[in-house]
Nanobody, 124 residues
Framework: QVQLVESGGGLVQAGDSLRLSCAAS????????MGWFRQAPGKEREFVAG????????VYGDSVKGRFTIYRDNSKNTVSLQMNSLKLEDTAVYYC?????????????????WGQGTQVTVSS
């Protein structure tokens, strides 16, 4: 089992950048496919990005493609999300998630482990 703790959320202006980080408490971090999701009030949890065990084949949701970058450092047990050109509609609680698998799932139900979430608010 793995515990995930997100950090880096905050209040920014539209057009700004922000980096989220997720620290995992496990000695086998490279056994996990990792993902980032977000959930705005009244909306379903949305896939943002995912990455395979060794950092290859990043996958992105359509709404963030070209603006967000996911990467991981298995030596530090972290996965990060660099968010550039932030928009008002990026405002949400962002969650880090993990699962054992051979691909990056896009649906939140396929992830077994979740962090507590970190709030990102983009203002005009």
């Amino acid at each position: 089992q793995v515990q995930l703790v997100e950090s880096g959320g905050g209040l920014v202006q539209a057009g700004d950048s922000l980096r989220l980080s997720c620290a995992a408490s496990t000695r086998a971090f490279d056994n996990y496919v990792m993902g980032w999701f977000r959930q705005a009030p009244g909306k379903e949890r949305e896939f943002v990005a995912g990455i395979m065990r060794h950092g290859d084949n990043p996958v992105y949701g359509d709404s963030v493609k070209g603006r967000f970058t996911i990467y991981r450092d298995n030596s530090k047990n972290t996965v990060s999300l660099q968010m550039n050109s932030l928009k008002l509609e990026d405002t949400a609680v962002y969650y880090c998630a993990g699962q054992h698998g051979l691909r990056v799932p896009r649906h939140w139900r396929e992830y077994d482990y979740w962090g507590q979430g970190t709030q990102v608010t983009v203002s005009s």
